[in-house]
């Protein structure tokens, strides 16, 4: 399994970014997916998930009604980020699982390499 983030970078506050994650060497209709962010010292946060169908989706409490995830058919995953603020700032990853949804990094098993979104005030 390959993810690949791309579409980071910085942005001011109130304004709006959409990470993209492409997936290969897997199926993809056969996997649930998820975004993850982290920041220097402090543990992976979760941030949104989403089912093998794109029919469920779940967010943390700190972004819901500002971000939305969806998924495609051609092995993409994204995350449109509207509102932004400083606190968003972080290295966020795209991740993936087989098995049970959940908002835990230990339920996924595959992880892109992570990429930065910061967010100025």
């Known amino acids: 399994v390959q993810l690949v983030e791309s579409g980071g970078g910085l942005v001011q506050a109130g304004g709006s970014l959409r990470l993209s994650c492409a997936a290969s060497r897997l199926t993809f209709s056969n996997y649930n997916m998820g975004w993850f962010r982290q920041t220097p010292g402090k543990e992976r946060e979760f941030v949104a998930s989403?089912?093998?169908?794109?029919?469920?989706t779940v967010y943390g409490d700190s972004v819901k009604g500002r971000f939305t995830i969806s998924r495609d058919n051609r092995n993409m995953l994204y995350l449109q980020m509207n509102n932004l603020k400083p606190e968003d700032t972080a290295v966020y990853y795209c991740v993936a699982d087989a098995g049970p949804m959940g908002h835990s990094p230990r339920d996924y098993n595959y992880w892109g390499q992570g990429i930065q979104v910061t967010v100025s005030s």
């Open positions: 989403i089912s093998r169908n794109g029919g469920s």
